[in-house]
């Protein structure tokens, strides 16, 4: 696969697809309850606070660059700076989740991201998307379940020699991720 760019597949037959499985098991949103203060830092909320109380507006922080993404607030901070008070907030199992990488990539956004002030809009949008990825049915018990398996592709390889590509190889390869749902 090549590490250096895109390369175009047409006409050339696929060999070979790397995925990797994107658990998809979530049906609400509380998962971002600690993010948006809901939770005190006497109980596991984040320490210093995300999000003020009143009004839901992100709380802002000197500017700083990590990996070529802007941190200038402390959502930011929390998503991208290992050494952030915040970084644990969330487990790797909790982050691994399809709803968390939707919010993720949306709260980080691109080299042309117009950042939000408040959480909100942040959080409406990972909702959408990710409404839009899975589906969902009643469960055995009556509740709702996802019914969707859910794949990140991480490669393409063709039969031509040198074809193919690799989608994000480095630590953010998620924020130039494909996901496929079935």
């Known amino acids: 696969m090549i590490a250096d760019g895109w390369t175009s597949l047409a006409g050339h037959k696929v060999v070979h697809i790397d995925l990797e499985n994107v658990p998809?098991?979530?049906?609400?949103?509380?998962?971002?309850?600690?993010?948006?203060?809901e939770v005190p830092a006497e109980a596991g909320g984040p320490d210093p606070p995300i999000v003020r109380s009143v009004g839901g507006?992100?709380?802002?922080?000197l500017d700083d660059v990590r990996d070529g993404i802007p941190v200038n607030d402390n959502l930011r901070e929390m998503l991208l700076c290992e050494e952030s008070d915040n970084a644990g907030l969330y487990s790797d199992d909790e982050k691994s989740q399809l709803l968390w990488r939707c919010f993720e990539h949306l709260s980080l956004g691109g080299p042309c991201c117009q950042n939000e002030d408040k959480l909100?809009?942040?959080?409406?949008?990972?909702?959408?998307?990710y409404k839009e990825?899975?589906?969902?049915?009643?469960?055995?018990?009556?509740?709702?379940?996802?019914?969707?398996?859910?794949?990140?592709?991480?490669?393409?390889?063709?039969?031509?020699?040198g074809g193919g590509c690799l989608l994000g190889s480095d630590k953010h390869a998620w924020q130039e991720s494909s996901f496929v749902s079935w």
């Open 120 to 129: 909100e809009p942040y959080l409406e949008a990972a909702k959408r998307c």
């Open 57 to 61: 507006q992100i709380l802002q922080r």
């Open 133 to 161: 990825l899975v589906s969902v049915q009643r469960s055995s018990e009556g509740g709702l379940e996802v019914a969707s398996t859910v794949f990140r592709i991480k490669g393409i390889q063709t039969e031509q020699e």
């Open 24 to 37: 998809a098991t979530l049906t609400r949103m509380d998962i971002f309850d600690k993010v948006a203060g």
